[in-house]
């Protein structure tokens, strides 16, 4: 079950997750892209800390998402920005729902990252980590583990999306950033569902 | 009637360096207006400060075109475009300068928003080496 | 070894605000110089002011990939390539940004000047559209 | 026959003209380009003053192509430099050539313009007055009043070449800026050589 309360304790869960390990998504991106993701996501959330409140948990993800989009500075923020604001929509108003429903506003987020960014499974994104982990939540299993599985598998990847694409073959045994921060958000969920 | 351009640029002297090579092109005579840098003036996209920069060149009503460099700057137009009204905002498929400068162009000489956006896409055709 | 790369532009700010992004991107692993404006700062171009730059950018003697942005800026770049010798200097035909920052990736993964003028002229295929 | 002196007596004429008619240049560049021809040129041949000396019209030729690249700031300025720089080039050190061999080297210098920027005859461009006023010259023709036809004939084109190109067919009506200071050179050279 989510209702507004439990949505926001993912958020702070994830902001702290994301400050603790800053440093480490910054590592990953000076390896194949321009060294900020850690810096960005920072920013993103200390907003999404300041600004995500509402009475119900789309309200709580809308203006979450809306946060990270003003706030990011990177490509991370428009797609996190996406991830949100469409699980946002899928859940409309209600102030309580349960993990089916919140299964399926999560798969609409992850369909917004996909039609925003263009990218597939595969490409060494965000999107490795996040769709792996939608499916297992939905499923009832270990989206954590799941995520964290999705994240590790971008290190034998090609770039296909994003700044790391420019490096081509080249972008291969590095680990994707965003798929890492893509894990600690879901590590951050099942912080605060399972229990 | 002026179709409006917004150029979104992870680099704030990237995205002003443009607008003023556009400008000097038309005479003056098309709205261009820069949205480079993060929120901080630093390397990035800020989609407030391209929403702003956005409803400043739409100040005729007749449009604007998004001109992204890379990245985030595409993806940042992107999502512009799908929260607001369709058929105020148009993306540009483009290499960025020099879809800046055909855009400016077809929009200086009245364009419309279609007009301008294709005009910018032309621009992947221009080549640079001897003929 | 690192081949060099030098922008040619009209504008400074132009100039200056893509070598800034091209080292972001490369974690300032490659020697990218501006060379925008004319001998007064202003828009144009300025030969020897491009020429300044080629000298410094070609410090480690593996040559100088030269991208013009249009115009007089294409044809001040061919000029200094008829006039230097052969294999220090090569022209791109390619993007003006996208070209920069293809350039700046192959040539700071050590790609030699063939493959970094290559680079460059390959960024005509990039496209913005969602796929 | 031309010596040093007359050489330089031509680029003089030519400055002046230039000086004189700076204002109507710009404004032709106003209507189809970027309105810096006159300025980029009186830039140019205040150089070319300045710095065009020489024992040989082939030194003073290259002095003056050496300036006109280094200051103009244009595309006129590589365009005009290859043309005296070539010509210079096809008249050696000779101390003093007759008209044969002089528009020999003004035809090196016009196909150096073409090598360089790719235009034809009909592209609305300075080559467009310089290539039938060196042909004239050649055939010991009035080559003043033959660059004069040429500038005249390019209001009726559709420019290909240079800033005005991006115009497409909106440039038609009005006369290339270039082909407008073209015939002002080959106005001075006749002022020089008809005597
Ligand atoms: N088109 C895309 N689709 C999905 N994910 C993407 C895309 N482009 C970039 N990303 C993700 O964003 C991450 C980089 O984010 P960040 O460093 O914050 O932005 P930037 O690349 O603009 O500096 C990448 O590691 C990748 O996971
Ligand atoms: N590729 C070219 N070939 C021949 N002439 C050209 C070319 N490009 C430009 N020109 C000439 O240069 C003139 C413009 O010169 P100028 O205004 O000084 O330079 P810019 O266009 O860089 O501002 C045009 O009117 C045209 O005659
Ligand atoms: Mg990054
Ligand atoms: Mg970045
Ligand atoms: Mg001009
Ligand atoms: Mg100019």
Not at chain 1, 17 to 45: C, K, V, Y
Request: hydrophobic letters at 50%; one cysteine or more.
């Amino acid at each position: 079950m989510m209702d507004a309360a439990r949505t926001r304790a993912w958020l702070t869960a994830a902001a702290r997750l994301i400050n603790a390990n800053s440093g480490h998504l910054t590592a990953l991106d000076t390896a194949i892209g321009d060294g900020d993701h850690g810096l960005n996501l920072r920013r993103g959330f200390e907003a999404v800390t300041a600004e995500a409140t509402g009475d119900t948990p789309g309200a709580v993800l809308k203006a979450a998402g809306n946060a990270l989009i003003d706030a990011t500075g990177g490509a991370s923020g428009p797609l996190y920005g996406t991830f949100f604001r469409r699980a946002a929509k899928a859940l409309g108003d209600a102030p309580e729902v349960d993990d089916a429903v919140f299964a399926q506003a999560l798969a609409a987020g992850l369909a917004g990252v996909q039609t925003l960014g263009g990218a597939a499974e595969g490409d060494k994104t965000m999107v490795d980590a996040l769709a792996p982990a939608v499916t297992a939540f939905a499923a009832g299993g270990d989206a954590a583990a799941a995520a964290a599985n999705g994240r590790d598998a971008t290190e034998s990847m090609t770039a296909r999306k994003g700044r790391a694409s420019y490096l081509g073959e080249r972008s291969i045994g590095h680990i994707d950033p965003g798929a890492a921060s893509a894990a600690l958000l879901f590590q951050a969920l099942c912080s605060v569902t399972t229990d | 009637m002026t179709v409006g351009i917004v150029l979104v640029s992870h680099s704030p002297a990237l995205a002003e360096g443009t607008a003023e090579l556009v400008l000097s092109l038309t005479a003056g005579g098309v709205r261009v207006l820069p949205a480079g840098g993060n929120s901080d003036g630093a390397l990035g996209t800020s989609p407030p400060l391209i929403l702003d920069a956005v409803m400043r060149a739409n100040e005729d009503g007749h449009g604007v075109l998004l001109i992204p460099d890379l990245g985030s700057s595409v993806l940042s137009a992107r999502l512009l475009i799908d929260d607001l009204a369709e058929g105020v905002l148009a993306l540009a498929d483009a290499p960025f300068v020099e879809g800046a400068v055909a855009a400016g162009m077809a929009a200086s000489t009245g364009g419309d928003l279609a007009v301008v956006q294709a005009a910018a896409k032309e621009a992947w055709s221009f080549r640079k080496d001897p003929d």
